[in-house]
């Protein structure tokens, strides 16, 4: 038996400086990461490396819980941890006050000033445009809800009287 025999050894990844700091710079700088779990791809869509080199370098931030995994539907979807961004700081030479953009507050709309009217979607809507006259006149009629619908919901046009059971009723014995 040779020395390696009954242990497993993995094989270690160089990964070049340049494209190793490429992707750590791209993580810090979003927070989050999105890699195909294919090692053929050429090029990462993102950050323009080999993708095997991302998958690889994510594994491996991954193993020292730096990032936080999530894979779906032959993608991984990364984030980075508390641990991850001072790590990140530290390798990168990073000052503190420096967070990535899932870390920042975003800029929301002036005060007073909402979007869509500020009346849930779509605001007030007056003008009902090109489809908007499917549900017939507003005014008068049958409340302007259709037909065979009321205020109160639907009206069922059946012979069962609105139960729900069977055909029906039976229509009435004639009697001679």
Known sequence: QG???????????????????????????????VCPKDPHLKKHKQIGVPNIYVMKLMQSLKSND???????????YYALTNSGIEYLRKVLHIPDDTVPKTMK???????????YGG????????????????RGPR???????????????FRG???????????????PAMDM
């Open 139 to 153: 005014d008068g009629g049958e409340g302007g809800y259709g037909r065979g619908f009321s205020r109160g919901g």
């Open 3 to 33: 020395p390696s025999r009954g242990r497993r050894h993995s094989a270690i990844m160089l990964i070049p400086k340049k494209a190793r700091l490429d992707i750590l710079t791209y993580l810090f700088s979003e927070g989050v990461l």
């Open 105 to 115: 507050k975003q800029a929301g709309p002036p005060p007073g000033e909402r979007p």
């Open 66 to 76: 730096y990032v936080h995994e999530i894979f779906n539907w032959q993608w991984c």
């Open 157 to 171: 046009r059946g012979r069962g009287g609105g139960r729900g059971r069977g055909r029906g009723m039976a229509p």
């Open 119 to 134: 009346r849930g979607r779509g605001g007030m809507r007056r003008d009902r445009g090109e489809r908007g006259d499917y």
